[in-house]
């Protein structure tokens, strides 16, 4: 007698954090996109043989990409992927469940809502009965459209986010379930055919990440009430989304979901979240020291603490910023204290700016020790400052960076900047080990990154930290970004709005029922 036949999943999607204030451009190939083996490899740490997960069901990559936040994502580039995910999709034949493995912030040139877009076109092909969970980021956006096409998601709980893959092994194995207790006829109290009931609940609320960490309150508090929403009987899951500040879409807000099998508890949970949401809004503050970029280098350079880091937060490139602003390294530059003939024995670190394969192949050829003068940065965003010309001496070269390619440390005056042929993040101490830096032990360094919150590497090392309130496609002053396309009103561009917003929840179709509503 032949063993049973496993249930079928696929797994697809594309994950870009998108930033609509940058004028970079994000293509194809920064999406690294993988297919078929390739992704059960990435996952196999929660969907090997052997593991629950990898015994449950069988599980088919179709094509997942992850790119780098960045700006707009090219139309060609979405049609392409798009494209071929739809082909390897459809010659799957006999597909139970699809697990969407994607951001929720990705915004594509021409499109609205593009993630509810690639699974409409996904539901051409696979069909309405198909049950698909979605694995999000907290700083993704939840539209109705988007609910509506998934049966079930799944959030991060914490920023920094230490639970990627425990999230996404969550909305899998939640996925799991469901089949299972569809294929046993179950969950009669749920949706039709057996599917989940869904709360969605918008919340007028748009912060960016610095504002809501996880490490701190409010959001400490309002994430730890997650798990004992999801602990309730008839829920299955329950989740927060910040949203993603710096994409002027409709769209773009906070938002709570709870799915689950009892209409009075998922309705109950979701309420309940959204109005902590709601009733802690004005408490929500950057999750360190912050100012301008002389403030915060001041007050680096009067502290004894060692290593004294710097957030040169309106060009992170892992919230969404091009990575090239020059801005910040100029007025470092500028700096007495710092200069060619400074004299000063306070060492600082720059992580970095975008050179190009030129200039850094100058570097290269002159070896360490040797002295080049490059032009570097402003080649995508000179929008604060065009590029700079440097002269200084070669202190490392690394190459092979997955990211960056190549990588070359130039000392100008007592200012160590890393260049970088394609951009970068600077979240590991290897990162800075690797190029013979060292700012751990290093007592003199400022670190000045490229990057809003530490990431947990980074924060453990701080002995101190401010959040520079700089210019680029992230500025963290919302309000002096020009947003004309967000719903109105919301928290903190109307401070002054008297009335409460309607935070009942809404129940959303399933995915094999049409849609009902407005995207309110």
Not at 7 to 16: D, F, N, P, S
Request: with cysteine; proline share 6%; charged share 25%.
């Amino acid at each position: 007698m032949s063993p049973p036949k496993k249930t079928l999943i696929a797994i697809a999607g594309l994950g870009c954090e998108t930033s609509t204030f940058s004028p970079s451009r994000t293509h194809a190939p920064a999406f690294h996109p993988q297919r078929d083996s390739e992704i059960l490899e990435t996952y196999a740490s929660i969907l090997r043989p052997g593991t629950h997960l990898g015994e449950a069901a069988e599980w088919r990559g179709a094509l997942i990409g992850h790119a780098l936040p960045g700006g707009v994502v090219t139309r060609e580039a979405f049609e392409a992927l798009t494209a071929e995910m739809l082909a390897r999709l459809g010659r799957m034949q006999g597909l139970q469940g699809l697990w969407f493995d994607i951001h929720g912030a990705m915004c594509v040139e021409g499109l609205e809502d593009s993630e509810a877009e690639l699974l409409r076109r996904i539901r051409t092909v696979i069909g309405s009965e198909v049950v698909v969970s979605a694995s999000m980021d907290l700083h993704g956006n939840v539209s109705r459209a988007l609910l509506h096409q998934c049966d079930l998601l799944a959030v991060y709980r914490t920023a920094p986010h230490v639970d990627v893959l425990e999230t996404k092994a969550r909305a899998c194995a939640n996925l799991v379930a469901v089949l299972a207790l569809r294929a046993g006829g179950g969950a009669s109290a749920g949706g039709r055919r057996g599917l989940p009931l869904k709360a969605w609940v918008p919340v007028p609320i748009l912060l960016p990440g610095e504002q809501t960490s996880t490490r701190m309150e409010p959001a400490k508090s309002l994430y730890a009430a997650v798990p004992e929403v999801e602990a309730m009987a008839g829920v299955l899951d329950a989740g927060v989304w910040v949203g993603y500040a710096w994409a002027d879409e409709p769209r773009d807000r906070a938002a709570v979901v709870v799915t689950g099998w009892d209409r009075a508890a998922v309705t109950r949970g979701a309420e309940r979240l959204a109005r902590m949401f709601w009733a802690s809004r004005a408490e929500f503050e950057f999750v360190a020291p912050h100012g301008s970029l002389d403030e915060c280098v001041d007050a680096a350079l009067a502290s004894r603490a060692r290593p004294y880091f710097v957030s040169d937060s309106g060009d992170n490139p892992t919230a969404g910023g091009a990575g090239d602003v020059t801005w910040s390294l100029q007025r470092l530059l500028e700096r007495p204290e710092f200069g060619e003939h400074s004299g000063s024995s306070r060492r600082v670190i720059y992580a970095s700016i975008p050179a190009g394969p030129v200039a850094v192949g100058i570097a290269v050829a002159a070896g360490v020790g040797g002295t080049v003068t490059v032009t570097a940065g402003a080649e995508v965003d000179d929008t604060h400052a065009g590029p700079l010309e440097l002269t200084g001496r070669v202190h490392a070269i690394k190459h092979g960076d997955p990211h960056a390619r190549t990588e070359v440390v130039l000392q100008v005056g007592s200012i160590y900047i890393i260049l970088t042929e394609l951009r970068k993040p600077y979240h590991h101490e290897h990162d800075f080990t690797d190029l013979n830096l060292d700012p751990r032990h290093a007592r003199d360094d400022i670190v000045v990154v490229k990057i809003g919150y530490l990431e947990p590497e980074l924060f453990d090392m701080a002995k101190g930290w401010m959040l520079a309130l700089t210019p680029g496609g992230v500025d963290q002053d919302l309000l002096r970004l020009g947003h004309k396309r967000i719903r109105r009103p919301m928290w903190p561009f109307e401070r002054e709005r008297e009335e409460e917003p309607d935070l009942r929840a809404r129940m959303i179709a399933a995915s094999c029922e049409p849609l009902t509503g407005v995207d309110e």
